[in-house]
């Protein structure tokens, strides 16, 4: 199976930019998607963005887009979110997920990083 690692979490400022990436290994080939999910204390986890992993197209959340920019490097099987104009809203562990199928669910996640964003 894959296994996927989440870094570049930190604290910043609101309206400052982070960027986050994830690193695949294991059985990356035939990978079919990747996306971030995200989840605050007492949420539940949500959708943040996906990517498709041979054509790059993308969707977003709602809430996110203008925002942040999910982008994949297919050579370096890594994975990143850029994320600008960060509001307290989006304090949350931040989490990397893959599929290998259109039928399937995210079926493998990484540990998750923790993005806190202070007003």
């Known amino acids: 199976q894959v296994q996927l690692v989440e870094s570049g979490g930190g604290l910043v400022q609101a309206g400052g930019s982070l960027r986050l990436s994830c690193a695949a290994s294991g059985r990356t080939v035939s990978m079919y998607r990747m996306a971030w999910f995200r989840q605050a204390p007492g949420k539940e986890r949500e959708f943040v963005a996906g990517i498709r992993w041979s054509t790059g197209s993308t969707v977003y959340a709602d809430s996110m887009k203008g925002r942040f920019t999910i982008s994949r490097d297919n050579t370096k099987n890594t994975m990143a979110l850029q994320m600008n104009s960060l509001k307290p809203e989006d304090t949350a562990v931040y989490y990397c997920?893959?599929?290998?199928?259109?039928?399937?669910?995210?079926?493998?996640w990484g540990q998750g990083t923790q993005v806190t964003v202070s007003s």
């Open positions: 997920a893959a599929d290998f199928s259109p039928l399937n669910p995210y079926d493998f």
